[in-house]
């Protein structure tokens, strides 16, 4: 990446990722708060390179990431095309960026929730509900990562993926913690729960976000809770 920074940053236009309506119950309130806090780390303000992200995510939602220009990113962030190349050295790089961002707001916010009162069983309920809750309030967002992430061959042969590496240790540890505490099982490994529980929210959230209204997220994440938990909870 290019370290030459721009003459003259100009703030960033975000959308707030869901706004509140009268008679929301608490429990909604709770959930747009959540949501709102990583919308805000997600874009700060005055930074043009959020700017150029979130152009992107439009960008690829729409056109998907193989039929995207740099030129229609540009125009959707309002700046030149070369300036797109003073913050990313390619569309795979931006993609990348994309990705590592988002997952800097998700890995906070679940650290968040794990840093919260209650048992590893609520936790993971939490976890399991705020990832629906993210797919829900940003769909553009979730089909670059559920869908276009996978079409760069850069991103699936070279990338590292630390960030994901971090969101799975974040899982690991609460199905670790709950174990050490003797209410869930011991017999099984927490990195592979954590995996196996990532690879059923991402198939559901990919089914949701290609047909949309064949059935609620909310509900969805509620029978996936009790489907992971009964199966981890100690007998």
Not at 59 to 72: D, H, I, M, P, R
Not at 143 to 165: D, G, M, T
Request: with cysteine; aromatic share 6%; glycine share 6%.
């Amino acid at each position: 990446m290019n370290n030459h920074s721009p003459r003259k940053p100009t703030a960033a236009r975000t959308k707030p990722v869901g706004t509140r309506t009268a008679g929301k119950t608490a429990r909604q309130g709770a959930k747009s708060d959540k949501v709102d806090k990583v919308a805000k780390q997600a874009a700060p303000q005055s930074d043009k390179r959020q700017r150029i992200l979130d152009a992107a995510v439009r960008v690829f939602a729409e056109e998907g990431f193989y039929n995207s220009k740099v030129s229609q990113i540009a125009e959707a962030a309002g700046v030149a095309d070369g300036t797109i190349y003073l913050y990313f050295k390619s569309k795979d790089d931006l993609l990348i960026s994309l990705f590592e961002d988002r997952m800097d707001s998700v890995n906070a916010e679940l650290r968040r929730t794990l840093g919260s009162p209650g048992s590893a069983i609520e936790r993971l309920r939490q976890i399991i509900a705020l990832h629906f809750e993210l797919v829900e309030a940003n769909p553009a967002m979730a089909e670059v990562i559920c869908v276009e992430l996978r079409q760069s061959s850069k991103f699936i042969k070279e990338y590292a993926n630390p960030k994901f590496a971090e969101y799975l240790r974040i899982l690991a540890g609460c199905v670790a913690d709950g174990q050490a505490a003797g209410i869930l099982r011991a017999d099984i490994d927490p990195q592979l729960v954590a995996r196996s529980l990532f690879g059923a929210l991402d198939e559901i959230a990919l089914s949701w976000l290609v047909k949309r209204d064949k059935f609620e997220l909310q509900r969805a994440a509620d029978q996936m809770g009790r489907l992971f938990i009964e199966g981890l909870r100690a007998r």
